[in-house]
Each structure stands twice: as structure tokens, then as C-alpha cells.
């Protein structure tokens, strides 16, 4: 028997898919809100410890917004929640594809992905949104994810989890 787990169909589960697009655009602007208070607030403390270092710790002021997007991504998307701030918001969760667990560098592998796809391309990674069955974008592709809305989503885990338990 195969127990590879069954991906959502969006024939057969239309809610989980509904106005994806438009969750997954405001979730990430609470995210680059949130980011950018981040930002501000790593900044403030490398500021005030520049001083008392002598304008040594100055230097981290380099790598501060990299440093801060990675740690945002991985205390929110790689925790057991699978979502940021903006996701849970929007309610959304970042589940795997591949029959794989999802872990922490699953979920910072997806974020980065998103950044470089983004950064060379976002009209063309958006665009995948619009033409893939499960509303996928092209870093869901790469990583083997799938964002769906988590209160449905649920629901599929327990419907799932009863039917693999039947099943033994």
C-alpha cells in the first residue's frame, strides 16, 4: 500500500486554494512590515553597541538586514506552525509536496528561493501562480511545498491521519 501522502486536489477541496493569491500578497507585505521592524530593531541595538565598542560593532551594521531576514524566516516559517506572521494572518501554511517532512531548512531553502526568483523575476514567478493547478509559485515548485489555507488544511490532515489509521 502506497503511504505517500495525497497532495489536495483543487477539484476536490476548492476552499483550500481560495483567494490564494491574494493571502499570500498581503501576508507578505505584514511580512516585510514585520521584517522591517526587525530591521529597525537589530539596527538600534548595533548602533548603541557601536559606541560602546568604539564603532567595532559598527561593522555587524553590514550584514544587519540579511541577518534579520534570515532569523525572521527561521524562528516563524521553520517552527511547527509553518507560517510567518502574515501567513498566519491570512491563514496559510507552508506544506510539503514530496511525502518529506518539513523542516527548518526546507522552509529557509523556500524563503531564499523566493528572494532570488523574486529578485530576478517576480512578474515570472507570479505568473506560475496563474497556470499551476495547486496555485504554486515557482519556489513551491523547486522546494516541493505547497501553500494552502491551514483551516481547511486541518480538516485534510485529520480526514488523512483517520485513514491511515483505518488502514492498519
Given amino acids: 500500500m502506497n503511504q505517500t501522502p495525497r497532495l489536495p486536489d483543487p477539484a476536490s477541496s476548492p476552499e483550500l486554494f481560495e483567494g490564494l493569491l491574494t493571502r499570500r500578497t498581503i501576508a507578505f507585505v505584514i511580512d516585510l512590515i514585520a521584517m522591517g521592524v526587525l530591521i ?32 525572521y524566516y527561521v524562528i516563524t ?29 526546507i522552509a529557509l531553502i523556500h524563503a531564499g528561493v523566493f528572494w532570488i526568483t523574486a529578485w530576478i523575476s517576480l512578474p515570472l514567478s507570479l505568473l506560475f501562480v496563474l497556470f499551476t493547478p495547486r496555485r504554486q509559485m515557482l519556489h513551491d515548485l523547486v522546494t516541493g511545498t505547497l501553500m494552502v489555507r ?6 485534510h490532515w485529520r480526514a488523512q491521519s483517520a485513514r491511515t489509521s483505518q488502514a492498519f
Fill in 40 to 71: 529597525l530593531a537589530f539596527t538600534f541595538v548595533g548602533l548603541i553597541a557601536g559606541f560602546l565598542t568604539f564603532g567595532l560593532a559598527w561593522l555587524a551594521l553590514l550584514v544587519v538586514v540579511p541577518a534579520s531576514v534570515v532569523f
Fill in 77 to 105: 516559517l521553520g517552527s511547527s506552525r509553518r507560517a510567518t506572521l502574515g501567513m498566519l494572518m491570512m491563514d496559510l501554511v507552508l506544506t510539503p509536496a514530496r511525502g518529506q517532512p518539513l523542516d527548518g531548512w
Fill in 150 to 155: 491551514r483551516s481547511p488544511m486541518v480538516r
